[in-house]
């Protein structure tokens, strides 16, 4: 039975969706002589190679922005115009870099599977230097806050999204209407409130959380390592500006120098006793991944600091409006996009918890990055790498569950076939009374997203999933 109250357009009905919406199409061919367990283990192989593509891609699109935005600053200077005449190509660089963010999110979400690449090391330190120390956080952190999002989705307690929101002020009371979405968006034009959402996004995925499941509670570790990253961040670049700004580069990059070893000799002389321990075991040590994570912050800092002493043009500023406005601005805001809608106006069940988002490219690249479109065979195994998950789709519509209970999203804001009686709901509509969940829906606990983690205390777990259920 359907958790959705509303006659929503479920998977299953896709292959007969009306021609006058313009969309004709296949249902899913049977997989003959194949078992559905040989397939989907096909579809969770993983490789060292196949998301180096799509990684560069992303840097593609980001170096290919700034240098055409400092391009056109040069032009806009060379042309004696007025400073304004810079405001809209800074803002599509904000938009696209906000974007391109978003899409380090997706490499870090694949990396926290442990499907970004098929070695676990090397998925780590990838995930991480590639992706997640460019936007100032760790995979592993992540990792907490995200499998604990899977294990236990949109349980109000243990589910780290729905606290988050919460805490941020982001939560929406489902169901809501267009206006409603639309009046929540307007919200985020006051600059605080994405402020507030980044600085509580961060403390969840990136310095963890004293009510996350996956947590040792008699373990949690000190404040003080985590105040001693937060300070060389934003200290390091303090004491650096002032100096390149008067002329001093090689004084700057030398206290950039003394800042990084004392920094670095304090996280290597920590104990790991005083860093957070979980339930699920680190692929590398928290001193190490401390240690990489000031080590890629120095390299970047030194490279900024250096190019602007060379005068070849105002690198710390560029880096602060083209990369850290971005950070707190439209990269927060495409992700509050997704978290509304991924699992907004949803229940817990298997195939109730998320859906199918079929959108344009530019909302898939900002909104739905590496994969976050096909959602919801993403949530039934956690284990196949983005670029098969269509193919997932496609095998889970011999399921009569999936094709019944499963709803396919078309489009954002509007629908791309107008208002033609048979058709997919928007984004929008699906948030709404009509595809609102029954409160006796069932409750899915999601054991087997730990797939490929070590988890070192597995009864604890176990505990909570048995709590989970019982809905305490």
Known sequence: MSANAGPAIKIGDMARTSSAAGSTRKAAPRTKGVRR???????????????????????LVIIAT?????????????????????????????????????????VIHEGTHFILFDNKKFNELMSDWLAAFPIYTSTFQFRLHHLAHHQFI?????????????????DLDFPITHFDMLRALLKQIWLPNLFRYTLVRARYSSLGTGNNP?????????????????????????????LVDIGHGAWALAVLGVLTAITIIYFARLHEDKLPHAHVETVISHRATNISRIAYMAIVYAVITAIQAAGWGPAWTDYGVLWIIPLFTTFPLFMIMRQWVQHGNADRGRYTNTRVFLVNPF?????????????????????????????????????????????????YFNSPYGEVEERNPTVIEVLGDKYAPKPDGDVYIDTDTLEYADVKNPEAIARQNEASVRGS
């Open 214 to 242: 996956y947590l040792d509670q008699e373990h949690r570790g000190e404040q003080l390592p985590t105040l001693a990253g937060i300070l060389y961040a934003v200290g390091a670049p303090a004491a650096a500006i002032p």
């Open 363 to 411: 909302i898939r690249y900002a909104i739905f990055p590496f994969g976050m479109d096909y959602h919801l065979p993403h949530h039934i195994y956690a284990s196949v790498p983005h670029f098969k998950l269509k193919g997932l789709h496609d095998l889970l519509l011999q399921d009569p569950d999936y094709r019944e209970k499963g709803v396919v999203v078309e489009g």
């Open 154 to 170: 949109n349980d109000p307690v243990r589910d780290p999204d729905c606290s988050q929101l919460h805490d941020s002020g982001h």
């Open 37 to 59: 367990g040989d397939a989907i283990r096909e579809l969770k192989k993983r490789d060292n190679y196949t998301n180096f593509v799509h990684i560069g891609r992303v840097y």
């Open 66 to 106: 700034i240098a055409g935005t400092i391009w056109s600053y040069s032009l806009v200077a060379a042309a004696g115009l007025g400073w304004w005449w810079n405001i809209p190509a800074t803002l599509v660089a904000i938009i696209v870099i906000g974007a391109s963010q978003h899409q380090f999110g997706g």
